[in-house]
T-cell receptor, first 117, second 114 residues
């Protein structure tokens, strides 16, 4: 079974601070995919990033960066120079490779990020 | 930019009533999903659908639930006899093809069962 753990339930930062959201996952699959989604107060789920299990290269995209470490089963997400508009719930999600083609996402419980002025 | 749409945005129904939640996935997508999120909790997978049949379903998706793609654009979730515990936000999602890709979510339908 797959499991995603986001131990941080809520984080509060002051604008312009960097913030890292932690994600730890469990899976028996040798190939899998990890995602981060953002859920702003309006409620929709917005895709942010995807990483596959066979590529541990960490990347930066604008103010977002992520640190994937297979050895510790972690997929942490960092927002640099946070802004008030970053205030949202952030979900880490995991997907295996299903032979039928469909790939359900297993979500963590989310981290509420509050960015204050 | 193409997006997934869902109607209605909010549905209030009485316990025991049938509800149908509607979704229009992105037009060239082939895989469709329903998820639900009970208020303040995590998003949970319900069912995935491809080529006019269910490809995977969760334990939540029991006989009270069904999905259908009645035409070339709509994708529906039916709950036959709603219970109080069905109150949640229901999200539809779609992906363009095979393999684990990012799923594009609709804005959700908030279902309130009274």
């Amino acid at each position: 079974a797959q499991k995603v753990t986001q131990a941080q339930t809520e984080i509060s930062v002051v604008e312009k601070e960097d913030v890292t959201l932690d994600c730890v996952y469990e899976t028996r699959d040798t190939t899998y995919y990890l995602f981060w989604y953002k859920q702003p107060p309006s409620g929709e789920l917005v895709f942010l990033i995807r990483r596959n299990s066979f590529d541990e290269q960490n990347e930066i995209s604008g103010r977002y960066s992520w640190n994937f470490q297979k050895s510790t089963s972690s997929f942490n997400f960092t927002i640099t120079a946070s802004q008030v508009v970053d205030s949202a719930v952030y979900f880490c999600a995991l997907s295996g490779v299903f032979t039928g083609g469909g790939n359900k996402l297993t979500f963590g419980t989310g981290t509420q990020l509050k960015v204050e002025l | 930019e193409p997006e997934v749409t869902q109607t209605p945005s909010h549905q209030v129904t009485q316990m025991g009533q049938e509800v149908i939640l509607r979704c229009v996935p992105i037009s060239n997508h082939l895989y469709f999903y329903w998820y639900r999120q009970i208020l303040g909790q995590k998003v949970e997978f319900l069912v995935s659908f491809y080529n006019n049949e269910i490809s995977e379903k969760s334990e939540i998706f029991d006989d009270q639930f069904s999905v259908e793609r009645p035409d070339g654009s709509n994708f529906t979730l039916k709950i036959r006899s709603t219970k109080l515990e069905d109150s949640a936000m229901y999200f539809c999602a779609s992906t363009p093809g095979r393999g684990p890709r990012e799923q594009y979510f609709g804005p959700g339908t908030r279902l309130t069962v009274t």
